[in-house]
């Protein structure tokens, strides 16, 4: 095991809050005998609380029609992966909520590989997850080492953009930034500079398991030969990254079991507009997204 593989596995095996814990168990459960993994990432898990907010999970899977339970569903999900659903889950008297993306295994161990040139999978995991369920140490030691490629492959891909000498922390910064603006709602310029501002060990002991210690004050060399090239490969990333973030989004209009449940509670979080769903709108999905769409416009749900 090598010492980047070391230091993914112990994140990996660190315990999450209880009820972060609960909802993985039940995700394992709910996707049978397939599951292989259950992993947990975002932002709950950087605050070790969920009040208010949405659980994020990948279910990595042997099978996918054996998880997803339909053909088309698991067809689309191995051709543009992951699937998407929103889940409920019944804790000590209050509901939880999560977004859970169900992956191949196959399909997660490429999208994390030293080859993959899409950001989406390896970029999320070269940030904190928790595996809260594996189904035996054989996974374990493949999940390990497919997250620990997913830190390698982030670092190789960034480090030619930096032309003057740069730490690990202004490596990831600029790495996650990358990575952000392939995404069809970018998040804040600030986003990524705090992500790495509230774990800075975590960033400097990866980065040096894989480029090695720092010089003097924790800095790197840059190398200006390549920034021009690696720039115009993260233009391409970035272009690939949208168009495919377009695809799933399409996509999610068919395979997205509870997504209208999923929109009525972020209306009702972040403008306090409640919306009843019946059980004929959400068989609709595509016209009630459209009929929720100008409800929410004239009650306020929208400015």
């Known amino acids: 095991m090598t010492a980047l593989e070391t230091i993914i596995g112990d994140e990996l095996a660190k315990p999450a809050f209880p009820a972060a814990q609960a909802f993985a168990d039940h995700l394992a459960a709910y996707y049978g005998p397939a599951t292989a993994a259950v992993l947990f990432y975002g932002s709950c898990l950087r605050l070790s609380a969920d009040e208010g907010l949405m659980l994020d999970y990948y279910v990595v899977t042997d099978d ?52 993959a040139f899409v950001a989406s999978l390896w970029a999320r995991f070269a940030q904190p997850a928790a595996l809260l369920y594996v189904r035996d140490d054989t ?9 620990a490629s997913a830190v390698s492959r982030m670092i190789a891909t960034a480090t030619p953009l930096m032309s ?50 720092p010089g003097a004050n924790g ?38 079991r509870g997504g209208l449940d999923y929109a009525v509670w972020k209306i009702e979080r972040h403008s306090g507009v409640n919306i009843e769903l019946t059980d004929a709108e959400r068989r609709r999905p595509l016209i009630t997204g459209l009929r929720l769409f100008w409800r929410t416009v004239k009650s306020g749900g929208l400015r």
Do not use: C
């Open 64 to 115: 996918m029609r054996a998880a997803v339970g339909n053909a088309a569903s698991a067809a689309f999900g191995n051709l543009i992966p992951p699937n998407v659903y929103y889940h409920e889950f019944e804790r000590d008297g209050r509901t939880l909520r999560a977004k859970v993306a169900v992956i191949g295994r196959k399909r997660f161990v490429a999208g994390l590989g030293a080859t």
């Open 139 to 147: 996974v374990r030691s493949e999940m390990t080492r497919a997250v």
């Open 164 to 213: 003057e000498d740069f730490t690990a922390e202004t490596l990831w910064t600029r790495a996650l930034g990358e990575t952000y603006g392939a995404e069809l709602r970018p998040e804040a310029a600030t986003k990524a500079g705090e992500l790495v501002a509230a774990d800075p060990a975590r960033y400097r002991n990866i980065t040096a398991a894989v480029l090695g210690e």
């Open 219 to 256: 800095v790197y060399r840059g190398n200006p030969t390549n920034a021009a090239q690696a720039a115009r490969t993260w233009f391409w990333r970035r272009v690939v990254g949208k168009i495919l973030n377009v695809l799933r989004l399409i996509k999610a209009a068919f395979t997205f």
